[in-house]
């Protein structure tokens, strides 16, 4: 471990040590070595470590209606969790090290979310969401930074305003751009690094050429990270199979790869590529959120990651098990989760559930898989 990793360690359990105690800081570091160090090489069925990461939905409410998301087609949306329910949800698991607190709807839809952040704060928790940018007024940026929130996240994919308005429906372009610019302002005059603020970008043919120009717009609004994620394609979208950028050429792919990257180190800006756009798609790939990590809905369900609820049907029938009624012990060790991470340590074949999801590849018998930190 490096130097810097080291002090960044004891950092962390300094805060935790504020916000638990010692030995709740202790406990939670512990779990987390325990997984570094023995579950993600063991990949047991029953697993002995308890999630250091979660991503809980608190909106399913959005004032948006774009066009790849599973928000604008289905029927069971209009709500929201409250304070309670998070902290109640929350209290299930004391060895969290961070949260995202981002789901299918609008973060900002939810009158209670700022509590829900203070809340999570309170907790010693690295703390993140994704928004879209059209709700978040300079009050409350004022708030999050006066929270220490740790890191926003603003969906924009595109670099143009007629292609970001033509998929992201409702949305205003510039009105997205000066948020943006704004909290990168506020944060500056702050004296402070955090939140820090990262850029999403969800491909199709649509957008795609428009994504080295992303970067340096990304640059130009303070932004230190962006993120190239594939389109998750299901049934009743406006966008189909057709429209991904698995069916562009392997030259076309290779040109705007390389021009991402360009422009990501000519900026100074950080650039997560998706496996379709990096050209590792291909690859053995192993999962290894059944191990580290859980999203739960509104409604207090649990699954094994947001990316099982991106499809236009009712996912309740994938949830491994429901957090206000159960006890995540209950849950977190149930033949459900056994039998995926059975499937999931050798996958020969693909679950039902991850159907679709690029971040798992089927692997020959014989193959050897590459472990990937979906952290």
Request: charged content about 25%.
């Amino acid at each position: 471990m490096s130097l810097s990793s080291k002090i960044g360690r004891i950092a962390d359990l300094f805060q935790l040590s504020r916000a638990r105690g010692l030995p709740g800081a202790i406990r939670t570091t512990a779990n987390r070595y325990r997984y570094d160090h023995a579950v993600s090489r063991a990949l047991p069925v029953v697993n002995p470590v308890r999630p250091y990461h979660l991503q809980i939905e608190p909106s399913r409410v959005c004032n948006l209606r774009c066009k790849m998301c599973e928000y604008s087609y289905m029927e069971n949306k209009g709500h929201v969790m409250s304070l309670e329910t998070f902290r109640r949800i929350l209290a299930q698991f004391p060895e969290l090290t961070s949260v995202d607190i981002t789901g299918i709807g609008e973060p900002f839809c939810n009158p209670h979310f700022l509590e829900i952040v203070r809340y999570a704060k309170s907790r010693g928790l690295f703390v993140g969401f994704v928004n879209n940018g059209n709700l978040l007024t300079p009050e409350r940026m004022d708030a999050l930074i006066d929270m220490r929130v740790d890191q926003i996240m603003f969906s924009v994919d595109a670099a143009t305003r007629e292609t970001h308005e033509a998929i992201r429906v409702y949305s205003r372009f510039d009105r997205v751009l000066d948020t943006i610019r704004t909290l990168s302002d506020k944060v500056i005059a702050s004296g402070r690094t955090i939140p820090e603020r990262h850029m999403n970008f969800t491909m199709s043919s649509a957008n795609i050429d428009e994504a080295p120009d992303f970067v340096g717009l990304a640059h130009r609004l303070g932004v230190s990270h962006v993120a190239f994620r594939a389109m998750v394609f299901f049934e009743g979208s406006a966008y189909g199979q057709e429209d991904g950028i698995d069916r562009l050429s392997p030259e076309r792919l290779r040109e705007i790869r390389d021009r991402v990257l360009s422009e990501g180190e000519k900026y100074g800006v950080d650039v997560d590529l998706d496996p379709l756009l990096a050209g590792t798609a291909d690859q053995h790939r192993l999962c290894m959120r059944p191990w580290m990590n859980a999203y739960v809905d509104v409604f207090g369900n649990l699954y094994p990651c947001c990316l099982v609820t991106q499809r236009n049907i009712d996912i309740r029938q994938f949830s491994l098990g429901n957090l206000l009624t159960d006890r995540v012990d209950d849950i977190w060790n149930n033949e459900f989760y056994q039998e995926l991470r059975r499937a999931m340590a050798h996958p020969t074949e693909i679950p039902p559930l991850c159907d679709g999801c690029v971040m798992l590849r089927k692997n020959s018998t014989d193959a050897v898989p590459q472990l990937v930190s979906l952290s």
